[in-house]
């Protein structure tokens, strides 16, 4: 097989599996600030019992995080070697800034944050939780930052080929960064709304329905309810500010092919790249005009105006980025609906039904599944550069050969399925154990279930 | 007034950082890679003792790889994609092992209970996968990255050395972290692994000059040999220190059970110290000197100047870090 297609699908394999988790705990570590300043508010245990269980959850994502994210930091090196050389004067102080302003003090806290609660006084350990969220959001908005940078690059000049830094201040704030962003940090927001209102719906169902679940599902729910909006908005001035810098990509999520006015909004198609066309479109039309342009006789690229002389695609493949967009939207609708009428029955009735837990339990990962895709989206969307215009993703690649990379990528799928499933069903596991989860303390040092039930309300008082 | 930040100095500012980030590294996630591997000779409740000594530590202490890879791919790019590409196999694995290990954390006490040998045994397999890789990527750097069966024997005798090192420097941890029974067996395993570390210490010593003429004449010309001497004595002298000193732990006081683990970090330090001198100025060996590795010096400016207003915060929390967990280690748990 191709080592080029080869090297792709590993890092894609092993960045897609990265994000999972950092989408979660991005969010995770404020709603945890938000039950700590809770609890030290009101000293409700109920409070105190939700961050318990749910700092469990964030230690795990972490972990996983971590790992995958050494991974990372070693396949530059081995899988895309050019682009140090390239564009390395540029990525090489992001990453850095990422390192040391990020990666150390959310590591650090993380140790205080975990295992500390009966070691230093209540307000450095609120504290240490307000750091690691801290340090998550700042390592997002660095990696932001370069991979935004990658997409719009601004701020530099080529010698030789080479990048070099002009106007830190450019390069930093570029183009496309604040919408990607923002975009990013909602996403993980719903993720993790989702999955906080999912595994406390199964605890719901299986008639854990203690103050510290119900407060744990109503914050889920009403912040879902609240971000979907904003998401909708933020995903529209985003698609915008990529038909500006972009306009392949937005092509290409349209399903697009000529360039011209009145384009519809294509609901469902089969892109057809032989032939250049759309098969069995269902559409609206002047749709995609009137969201891209406010107008429905505004004029939009299409896919064709990126072809070269000789025929060659300068576009991205079509048919990934167009489904993955769909994927993504769809999943975006689903969520709005699901909120909004969850979050109106606790609002009307306290509480929620059956059937409604079991679709807030179907949808505990659909965060994943959106955030997946729409990073499909943009990756994808801009092949065929690696940096928009200075780099093309062959150019980066490495001489390694097509078998060495087959033989470690299969080693990299394997692992990850394992994790994955092993990671899903133990979050499962410690919902469907829950309220001894709580009283238990887990960790280190008991072994078996020997461990003596902690009374939860005699446990924390004495710490303020 | 930052004139003397130019290409000369500042390649060299960064080739120092990052011995010191791979040095921190060696021996801070050495010694939890060493309780890892350790772990394969104790029971469960042992287990979970030795897991809460380094519970609250290792996640920071695995960021030094980071801080060391990460400046080695933004100070030396050339360098990076040269190094990475020829350890390809081995980073691979080594990624694996330190997966596992970072997951089994979590999983071998979260999981279903039927699961909890299994994820200790790929806590145990984990750790003993990246001690092993890292010193056989050691052992093929000192190399130059030469193949053939030589090169080959040659770097998986250093990864069977690093592993000893880093079991030995778990032991003396462990001394000082475990008190009682626990603290029997630490002291039986830092004997143990203090044998097999100087035995691999001499041989990837004795080894190095052999396979490389130019090591060999940095270390063995006159009058270099004068000066070097003290190296390879003081290591000996330490090597005997911390042998009479283990004779008589554990002891009913205390106060002296970090002496062990002090004794390890300094072995490290001389090792480290002998290594460096025989690399200067390489960052590849024989291929790419440091100068020519490097990136542009206004791009290392910008970081330099991160680092040093970053670098005290780092040193400061860390150190708050230890205070916190200071002493004995107690059971972890999250209330």
Known sequence: MDPLLLARIQFGANISFHILFPTITIALGWVLLFFKVKYNRTRDEAWMNAYRFWV????LSFALGVVSGITMSFQ???NWPGFMERVGNIAGPLLAYEVLTAFFLEATFLGIMLFGFRKVPNWVHTLATFLVAFGTTMSAFWIIVLNSWMHTPTGFELRQGVAFATDWWAIVFNPSMPYRLTHMLIASGLTCAFLIAGLSAFRWLRHDRGPDVMAALRTGVLLGAALIPMQIFVGDLHGLNTLKHQPAKVAAMEGNWETRGNVPLVLFALPNERERRNDYEISIPNGASLILKHDPAGVIPGLNEFVGP??????PPVAPVFFAFRIMVGIGMLMLLVSWFAGWRLWRKGDITVPLAWVLVGMTFAGWVATLSGWYVTEIGRQPWL???????????????GGMIASTLTMYLLIYAL???????VLFHLAGSGTKAVATPSGAGVAGSGGAPVQPSGVTAKDS | MFSYLDGQTLPLIFAALMGVSILAYVILDGYDLGVGMLMADATRPERDRMVATIGPFWDANETWLVLGIGLLLVAFPAAHGMVLTALYLPVALMLLGLTLRGVAFEFRV?????YHRWWDWAFIGGSALSSVTQGYMLGLYIMGFEGGLVAQLFALGAGLGLAAAYTFVGATWLIGKTEGELQKRAVWWARLT??????????VSLATPLVSPRIFERWFSFPNIIGLAPIPLMTGALFMAIWVFLKRMPRADHSLDFVPFMGAVSLFMLGFLGLAYSFYPYVVPEKLTIWQAASAPESLFIILMGALVVLPFIAAYTAFSYYVFRGKATELRYD
């Not at chain 1, 994790?419 to 069903?425: D, E, P, R």
């Not at chain 2, 203090?194 to 041989?203: D, F, I, P, S, W």
Request: proline letters at 0%.
């Open chain 1, 310 to 315: 000789e025929g060659q695609r300068l576009h």
């Open chain 1, 387 to 401: 940096v928009t215009g200075v780099l093309s993703t062959a150019q980066a690649a490495s001489n390694v050969s």
């Open chain 1, 76 to 78: 530059f090196g081995t």
């Open chain 2, 110 to 114: 979260k999981a279903q209970a039927q």
């Open chain 1, 56 to 59: 469990k959850v964030f230690a």
């Open chain 1, 419 to 425: 994790l994955i499933t092993a990671y899903v069903s």
């Open chain 2, 194 to 203: 203090l044998m097999l570390t100087a035995v691999g210490m001499v041989a």
